[in-house]
Nanobody
């Protein structure tokens, strides 16, 4: 069992930056592909970014490419999402997720087994 706890969300202005953190419990965190997803009110949850078990591979949604950076520190059991040049359309609840069966992102939302409770990011114009 893996527990994920996100932090770092908040209210910022357009153009500002935030760094989200996701702390994971469990000794096998370093074996999992990890991802960040977001869900805006009235919309479906969407993929934001993912990172392989060792951090050597990353994936991004087109909407955040060049602005967001995903990283991980396996020694700290933590994955991060650095968000720069934030836009109002980035407003959402952000969730981190773990895929316990794969070391690389499969491209499928349904592959992720464990989810955090989410952290709210609000970007004002």
């Amino acid at each position: 069992q893996v527990q994920l706890v996100e932090s770092g969300g908040g209210l910022v202005q357009a153009g500002d930056s935030l760094r989200l953190s996701c702390a994971a419990s469990g000794r096998t965190f370093s074996n999992y592909a990890m991802g960040w997803f977001r869900q805006a009110p009235g919309k479906e949850r969407q993929f934001v970014a993912a990172i392989s078990w060792g951090g050597d591979s990353t994936w991004y949604a087109d909407s955040v490419k060049g602005r967001f950076t995903i990283s991980r520190d396996n020694a700290k059991n933590t994955v991060y999402l650095q968000m720069n040049s934030l836009k109002p359309e980035d407003t959402a609840v952000y969730y981190c997720a773990a895929d316990k069966d794969r070391k690389y992102y499969s491209g499928s939302y349904s592959a992720f087994d464990y989810w955090g409770q989410g952290t709210q990011v609000t970007v004002s114009s």
